[in-house]
């Protein structure tokens, strides 16, 4: 099972936390989720082998929980702080393990490249980051797992990056085809939480009319919710021509194999 050709597609997929774990419970994963996603991700890999992969995760009811209690994104200071860093690093390490079990049982070549060992931050954003290892696995047919993780911050002492912030990063380097983030929710709503109007296409001439239904949000996230994920997504789709951003639900069995194949769903940020 090799991909390996840098002539080939790249495609960024995330798995959101909400969608892997359980947001509203401290600690606790989706494990027979997890499982399916990685057999989509694995039969999408195996019928169409014309696409390279970057996988990236959320943090869940694993990393937001004490990243919330010792405000992490917001800098590490006093030796509080850096114990819940710690704190931070363990959780979000604990479940990217899970993911990377996942997806090494449903048979992919996975590689975990984890941005607390490799990136450097200033004020809350990339500073530096060593790509090579990651574009080497890529160009050997590997899929590369990052998340969202803490950092060391030259002017903060620490952070988080969310894994929008890192494939933001990425993305204007490697200059992906499409950026896939699966969560739990169907695409965006008009009327969160009711639920009843979904937006079929985003861009900049309806982005700021839709502001207040994006804002919402029901479980802690400490790195954003729909609203900063769209503007994020907004920015890139502006910069990169061709790319296609997709925002759509991956409770439903099937969905995500379809759209890594490329069967549209969901919300387009275009």
């Known amino acids: 099972m090799t991909n390996s050709s840098t002539d080939k597609p790249l495609i960024f997929l995330k798995l959101g936390g909400s969608l892997i774990t359980r947001k509203d419970v401290p600690h606790t994963p989706r494990l027979e989720v997890l499982s399916r996603l990685a057999r989509e991700i694995a039969s999408a890999w195996q019928a169409e082998s014309g696409f390279r992969l970057l996988l990236g995760h959320g943090s869940g009811s694993f990393g937001h929980v004490p990243a919330r209690q010792y405000a992490t994104r917001q800098g590490v200071y006093t030796r509080r702080q850096w114990l819940g860093f710690v704190e931070v690093w363990k959780e979000a390490a604990a479940l990217d393990r899970l993911v990377v079990d996942s997806l090494q049982d449903a048979g992919l070549p996975v590689i975990a490249l984890p941005a607390s060992a490799s990136v450097t931050a200033r004020s809350g954003t990339v500073e530096e980051w060593n790509l090579a ?88 996230d400490v790195t954003g919710g729909m609203l900063t994920k769209v503007v994020e997504m907004l920015a890139l789709v502006r910069e990169i021509p061709g790319l296609q951003a997709v925002i759509f639900s991956g409770e439903q069995p099937g969905t995500l194999e379809k759209v890594l194949l490329g069967e549209v769903v969901g919300t387009v940020i275009c």
């Open 133 to 220: 290892p990651l574009e080497i696995a890529l160009q050997a047919g590997l899929l590369p797992v990052i998340y969202g993780d803490v950092v060391f911050d030259l002017e903060w002492g620490g952070t988080i990056l969310s894994t929008e912030n890192l494939f933001a990063y990425l993305a204007r380097r490697l200059r992906p085809h499409r950026l896939l983030l699966a969560g739990i929710e169907e695409g965006v709503w008009a009327d969160y939480p009711a639920r009843r109007n979904l937006i079929p296409s985003i861009n900049d001439n309806n982005v700021n009319e839709l502001r207040e239904a994006l804002a919402g949000s029901e479980a802690v």
